[in-house]
């Protein structure tokens, strides 16, 4: 993110979730602490089980529009199950993703997109990151932005995305923690008629 005029890529949207900070994971990486600074993204999407206030609070200083859904993990709160979210000419759905059965599942997470009504849906739970298209809709889940342990797999690589809304276009920059080094992917979206 360092170097590059914000301003050239709209509105940009960090997805970000599944810390689980300190149950699962002692903190963000460094490396990823320094890329997350104030002032480089307009609205934070969280996923939910950040874990710790602390954490939520951090979040909150990055940008003045930050979302959070509840986890699983974040009993005790008054979080939203979901939330919809209108960014430039994007709806933008927002879940854990506990509630999708089979967990990660494509036409479950389609189900719930059509219900929401939104053109892309975002949701974590998983701990692995992907983009994908589905009959048309879009699909984000940012992994775990920690690594954090989960079940379904014996690796989780740390990992957010941030996405820049222009228009009927997204790119999505998918930042992942590789062998101590950040790799960024770049991809695009369009919004579907």
């Known amino acids: ?3 590059i005029k914000m301003s050239q890529f709209g509105e940009l949207v960090l997805l970000i979730g ?3 900070i300190p149950q699962r994971s002692v903190d963000l990486p460094d490396k990823f602490k320094e890329l997350l600074v104030p002032g480089k993204v307009q ?4 996923t939910g089980n950040v874990g710790n206030r602390e954490h939520s ?3 909150k200083s990055l940008a ?3 979302h959070f ?3 699983d993990f974040d009993e005790g709160t008054s979080l939203p199950e979901q939330k919809l979210i209108t960014i430039g ?3 933008l759905g927002l879940i854990h993703g506990h509630q999708v059965i089979p967990w990660g599942d494509k036409e479950a997470l389609s189900n719930i997109q059509r219900v929401m009504d939104c053109d892309l849906l975002v949701s974590g739970h998983t701990h692995s990151s992907s983009i994908d298209t589905y009959d ?3 699909f984000i889940n940012p992994g775990s932005a920690t690594g954090a342990y989960s079940p379904l797999t014996s690796e989780s690589r740390p990992s957010f995305l941030i996405i820049a809304l222009q228009g009927r276009e997204a790119t999505t920059f998918l930042y992942e923690l590789i062998d101590g080094n950040v790799s960024v992917s770049k991809g695009s979206l369009t919004k579907s008629s």
């Open 1 to 3: 993110m360092a170097n």
């Open 43 to 46: 609205h934070i999407l969280c």
């Open 18 to 20: 599944d810390l689980h």
């Open 89 to 91: 000419d994007w709806k």
């Open 57 to 59: 609070d951090w979040l």
């Open 69 to 71: 859904v509840r986890g």
């Open 64 to 66: 003045a529009n930050v």
């Open 136 to 138: 048309a809709k879009h």
